[in-house]
C-alpha cells in the first residue's frame, strides 16, 4: 500500500488537522528522518500553506486543534504542538498546548524545528566557525578525531554527510564516516 493510502486509510480520507476533505496531500513532518506513515500527516491545502508560511497562519483556523490534538497519532500530535506553540501568545492555544501530553521522545521530535519555542529554549547546532547547522548538511572534519569504542580514526578533511542533529544537545550531531554511524562534537566540523 502506498504512503498516501496509508494515510487515507488512517484519516477516513481528511485533513488529520481540520477534517476537510478535498485538497488533501501528504505532509511529511520535518526533520523527515523519521518519514513513513509514523512521520507523516495527510494534511489540506489551506493547513499546509499556514505550517509553511507562518506569516499566513490564521489563527481561528487552528481551532480545529481543540480536537485533532487528541489524535493518537505522533506525526498529527507534533504539528498540533508547533501550531499550538506558533499561536501560544494568542491565549486559547496556550490553554491547549497546556492540557497535551507528550510523551519524551514525541516531545523532542515536536521540538526539533524550534518552532514556537523562546530563544532560550532553542537547540541550535553551531559549526567551529559559529555557522548554524541543520539536518542533511554536509561538513568536513577539521581536526582528526578518535572514535568512542573502536580503533577507528575519522581524519580531519574527510567530508560527512547528511547529518543529522541531537536535538537534546547542541554539541552534538551524528553522521556517517567510512560508512559508520558516529557522534561529531559541533567545534570539530566546518560546514
Ligand atoms: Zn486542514
Redesign the pocket.
Known amino acids: 500500500m502506498s504512503l498516501i493510502q496509508e494515510l487515507q486509510d488512517r484519516s477516513g480520507n481528511k ?1 488529520e ?4 476533505t478535498e485538497n488533501l496531500k501528504i505532509y511529511e513532518v520535518p526533520p523527515a528522518t523519521t518519514g513513513g506513515v509514523d512521520g507523516s500527516v495527510l ?2 491545502a ?2 499546509l500553506q499556514q505550517i509553511e508560511n507562518p506569516d499566513t497562519t490564521d489563527a481561528n483556523h487552528w481551532r ?1 486543534l481543540n480536537d485533532s490534538m487528541w489524535s493518537e497519532h505522533r506525526a498529527v500530535q507534533v504539528v498540533a504542538w508547533r501550531m499550538l506553540s506558533r499561536l501560544k501568545s494568542e491565549g486559547w492555544p496556550q490553554d491547549l498546548l497546556d492540557m497535551l501530553y507528550l510523551d519524551d521522545e514525541t516531545l523532542a521530535f515536536a521540538k526539533a524545528t524550534n518552532e514556537g519555542l523562546d530563544d532560550s529554549e532553542k537547540v541550535i547546532h553551531r559549526d567551529v566557525n559559529g555557522v548554524i547547522l541543520e539536518s542533511g548538511d554536509s561538513v568536513v572534519l577539521v581536526k582528526d578525531l578518535k572514535v568512542k569504542g573502536s580503533s577507528m580514526v575519522a581524519k580531519q578533511g574527510t567530508a560527512v554527510r547528511n547529518i543529522r542533529l541531537d536535538h537534546e544537545n547542541a554539541d552534538y550531531i551524528e553522521g556517517k564516516v567510512d560508512g559508520q554511524q558516529i557522534v561529531i562534537i559541533t567545534k570539530y566540523v566546518k560546514k
Not at 17 to 20: D, F, V
Open positions: 485533513c488537522l481540520c477534517s476537510a494534511a489540506c489551506k493547513c480545529c
